[in-house]
């Protein structure tokens, strides 16, 4: 005896540690129930209630019985039936840790979001099961009663002949369609069809509206359906009820109503019927015809209601909603069953069909609450559908049914991102019916869902472990084993986290999650892999995850640059022959290379730090590689840091200092881009005298534009430099771009006054020029050595005299001055000497000197002809005249020219006005 219990107590153990290493390893969950409450689900009537609901734990929930919970809920949803209003300061969803804390994005990345599948649900349409005889002396009614008999005794041929011939002479007979007879006849007609589609009757055939005799052929699938669909719709919409309604409340004929509720039909298609086969019989005694109408009126109702759904005829279905409760008021009807109006298939899996079938009617009423909402959430109108959701609670009817209500509320605010109204509606649903969510796990899913987008961690826990252990769905598991496992990673429990992702990877390896799975795992594992390993490990990830989502390709290619970097900042310690900026850019080409594969990647942001610092070092030298701009942004953005990084050593390269060599680069880049406030600032420093005096002409120049500091400046320049004229041509070049050579000031002063030179005013402009032109004079060849030096000498050409303007001629050979002129090339080629060369020749044709004459205006004159320079031959011709007088034979034979060759009509003109005043001999021949 000893032994068997000693045998029991070793067994106990091994269970309790088998159950312990179960637990850890996430193969068995904790069965709570509810596993979304918190406190907040229960709204406090007063304030003695709200000390209690403050203490209230998951426990006294278990020990408190169903009908008292649900009557907190009912009282908590009283005080907020109007959803609406009460959602308006609601924070929307997407809110994630990954974009509140970027260091621990690399351990649970950003989270796939799980789209919700439309919850499908379809609603009863009812097959009449029960016939009986009309007491009756009508004779429609009386051959009613025959189609009826044919119907019970299942002649279904026969009785399909008489219910179109009935119809027919109905029709012929001009028979009103609201009377009691004609309404009869439809609603019998109706039921028939139905009948005969829910048993997929096929060898009945369809007469056509000629009356012709039917043949095989004329069936086709759905007809039935669809005849049944139209007169129940054509009842439900063009009768007047009230006709048929009692003044005072009236019994109905129980056997009919209680038994159609045992032959529950649903629609999935419009062609399509789905239910058990269902047979009729007769009632012992003959029944009066409008007790019958009035007691299949709401079953009439409900089919119009139902059959509508699938093709979306919204109206239909709703004013037969409406009649089903106004027709509820106004009769006795039995007490009905009890039983659960939910029905769905087993194993529950949440994208399962839900099959209302209301037992009494409460639930019935409910019920067309309920496909109101679902419409409404279809037509995406939810507050629409919510004020339905909150019409079909408040009927108090079987908790099952209201849970559903509450879970449809859940799936309206998960589809606005009202989270923490979606997760309060889904506990909700959780807390009506403990078996709620065996049948709709839906509820517990994206119960999980609210609460974990919500940050309800412990929540969302608990909802995820409760749905493995009730459901094994194998779409929808594998979701819930990566929630397990982020949540477990936000608590530091990495070794349970891993443990998650390989049951995904083991079980559901081919699922969308399987490749979050996947790169968690190598980002939690790879630290501890060698190089070749982790490179090997890598490639599996990316064939793994080719065709996932790209958040996860940057992922993965982030762990391993992580990692990567974590190396080259050891090496960096430990080499001693690798300069501080080399070092730097192997972690900077790193990471640039990651950020040249993934420009958005979200994971960029762990590195922002890294590469700021990694950018102070480049920094350093980035002036003399003509980048001063993004030295001083560095230098602006991260002043504080470089401030402290001068007295110690870099964080990521070891020996990186920022010092006076960084400074001086500072000081000549801002001086540079002309940023005066960082340029003020990096005088007063130690290097702040670099430079002089240069730098002060400089300075003074840039800040105090005149022409004594350009003066000052010009004369400073020349002084200061034997490569005065190759200088001027470096800065016309625009290839000054060394931040550190040893001209650097001269040659920013030079460009300071270039600037000057060209956007002073007009007199300041003259001064300057007029200076430089004295020195340019002594030496004409420099005039055309560079464009500053010739622009200059020709804005100052103003103020030269027919000495200086010889002078400039005097620069180049007559056919040099005539190429400038007559060539077009020269324009572009030679811009300023072509300008001086056009100068010379006005000059010359208004303020004439032998030598310019001789040199700039007869060649060019020679060149062009009369033909093409008519008006400066005129010009030319007039001013010898003055000097030689109309006597004189050249002077003549060029206004004879003139008159002949010239093209333009006034020169023409003048030169036959002349020839007739001044040689009167040639005036004759003008006038013929």
Known sequence: MLKIRYLLQILKLIYFIFLLFSLNNGIVFAQEWPSLFINEDIIPQNKSELKQIKKLQTKDIQKMPQEKIREKILNSFYFIADFISSTKQEEPKNWFDSHKNPDNSLKYGFPPELKRPPLTIYYPAYNLTKLAYFVTENPYISKLNVCQGFWAENRLQFAYDCFFFL????????????????????????????????????????????????????????????????????????????????????????????????????????????????????????????????????????????????????????????????????????????????IVKSPSLVKNEIFIAPKNNTDFLAATDLFRATAMLIAKDPAKSLEYISSGILRKGHPEISALMFNLSGNAYFDLDLLRWARRSYSWAELFSKSFAEKVPSSLIYGGESAYWYGKYDVAQKSYERFLKLIGDPEFSPWAYLRLAEIEERKGNSNNAKNYYEVILRKFNSHFVAADAQVRLFCLYQNGLTKNTKKVEYQKVVEKIKNSRDVLKKQAKACMLKVDLENLQEDSAKDTKTTVVEKSLKQ??????????????????????????????????????????????????????????KNSNHHYVNGLKWGNDENLKLLRCSAFINNVSLWKEMRKTEIGKDGEPLHTFFYNLSQKP???????????????????????????????????????????????????????????????????????????????????????????????????????????????????????????????????????????????????????????????????????????????????????????????????????????????????????????????
């Open 167 to 342: 119809q027919l002479e109905l029709a012929n007979d001009k028979i009103p369609i609201n009377s009691l007879e004609r309404l009869q006849v439809n609603l019998l007609h109706a039921f028939f069809l139905l009948h005969l589609a829910t048993n997929d009757v096929t060898n009945v055939h369809i007469w056509n509206p000629k009356t012709a005799p039917p043949i095989p052929q004329d069936f086709t699938e759905g007809d039935h359906y669809a005849i049944s669909r139209v007169l129940f719709s054509y009842i439900s919409t063009q009768v007047d009820d009230t006709i048929y309604l009692p003044k005072q409340k009236t019994d109905i004929i129980e056997p009919i109503y209680k038994n159609i509720f045992e032959s529950p039909v649903y629609f999935r298609v419009t062609a399509k019927v789905w239910g058990n086969k269902t047979s009729v019989t007769l009632l012992k005694d003959p029944i009066d015809p409008l007790k019958w109408v009035q007691t299949v009126m709401p079953l009439a109702y409900a089919n119009t209601m139902a059959m509508n759904q699938g093709i979306m005829l919204w109206q239909r279905a709703f004013n037969s909603a409406q009649k089903i409760e106004n027709y509820f008021q106004n009769f006795n009807y039995p007490k009905m069953s009890e039983d659960s109006p939910l």
């Open 588 to 645: 900077k080409e790193a990471i640039d290379k990651y950020a040249k594969e993934f420009p958005d990647s979200e994971f960029l942001v762990l590195f922002t730090d890294r590469i700021k610092e990694l950018e102070l070092s480049v920094g350093t030298f980035l002036a003399s590689e003509n980048a001063c701009n993004k030295l001083i942004e560095y230098y602006l953005k991260n002043k504080d840091s470089l401030v402290k990084l």
């Open 706 to 928: 005149s022409v004594e500091n350009a003066l000052l400046a010009y004369s400073s320049l020349k002084k200061s430099s034997d490569n005065w004229v190759k200088k001027v041509k470096t800065i016309e070049k625009s290839s000054f771009e060394a931040i550190l050579k040893e001209d650097f000031w001269e040659m920013l002063t030079l460009r300071e006054l270039m600037k000057f030179d060209l956007l002073t005013s007009k007199s300041a402009n003259n001064l300057l020029n007029n200076a430089v032109s004295q020195d340019l004079f002594n030496e004409p060849k420099l005039i055309y050595s560079s464009n500053t030096f010739c622009y200059w000498m020709l804005r100052s050409s103003s103020q030269f005299n027919s000495e200086k303007w010889e002078s400039i001629a005097k620069t180049k050979d007559k056919k040099e001055w005539l190429n400038l002129l007559t060539d077009k090339k020269n324009e572009q080629k030679m811009p300023c000497e072509t300008a001086f060369a056009k100068a010379l020749f006005t000059v010359s044709l208004r303020n004439p000197t032998v030598y310019l004459d001789s040199q700039i205006l007869l060649p060019f004159l020679e060149k062009q002809g009369i033909d093409k320079g008519a008006e400066d031959w005129l010009q030319y011709v007039q001013r010898i005249e003055k000097e030689r007088g109309n006597k004189d034979q050249e002077v003549q034979a060029i206004y004879r020219k003139l008159l002949k060759e010239a093209k333009e009509p006034l020169v023409k003109e003048a030169a036959g006005m002349w020839i007739k005043k001044n040689i009167p001999e040639e005036a004759d021949k003008l006038l013929w």
